[in-house]
């Protein structure tokens, strides 16, 4: 079940990624920050769901809890880091974005191996 909740994590931010375009567009700081904020704990518990994991005690992901997902995005713990760090930075909003569009398409492969592996089951 956990596994299924990840789409909608990916649907909610295309539904405000445009919107946090606008805002960083407009410097309205404040939503900046708190929509920023939202996201990133929306990718860390997609992150969390695709690979089974029973999502974070508290917001901070370890290098061992990576080490032990398989469906990462490639340097997933520097660049959460750097947004967690900096999430008015226009730079932080380019980087979740390309997050949440590499972790899309490593979704949809884990989706395909996960139904590969029910068939043989």
Not at 59 to 77: A, C, G, Q, R, W
Request: net charge negative; hydrophobic share 35%; proline share 2%.
């Amino acid at each position: 079940m956990m596994f299924q909740n990840v789409q909608r994590y990916i649907d909610e931010w295309k539904d405000i990624r445009d919107q946090l375009a606008d805002y960083f567009r407009n410097k309205q700081k404040n939503d900046i920050y708190d929509v920023m904020l939202q996201q990133i704990e929306q990718f860390k518990w997609a992150l969390y769901y695709c690979n089974n994991c029973e999502g974070p005690t508290d917001s901070v992901i370890t290098k061992k809890v990576i080490d032990e997902m398989d469906y990462v995005p490639v340097n997933v713990l520097e660049r959460l880091t750097f947004i967690e760090e900096n999430p008015k930075h226009y730079q932080s909003y380019i980087q979740l974005r390309a997050l949440f569009d590499e972790f899309e398409k490593i979704y949809a492969r884990a989706k395909v191996m996960k139904k590969d592996q029910s068939i043989m089951d």
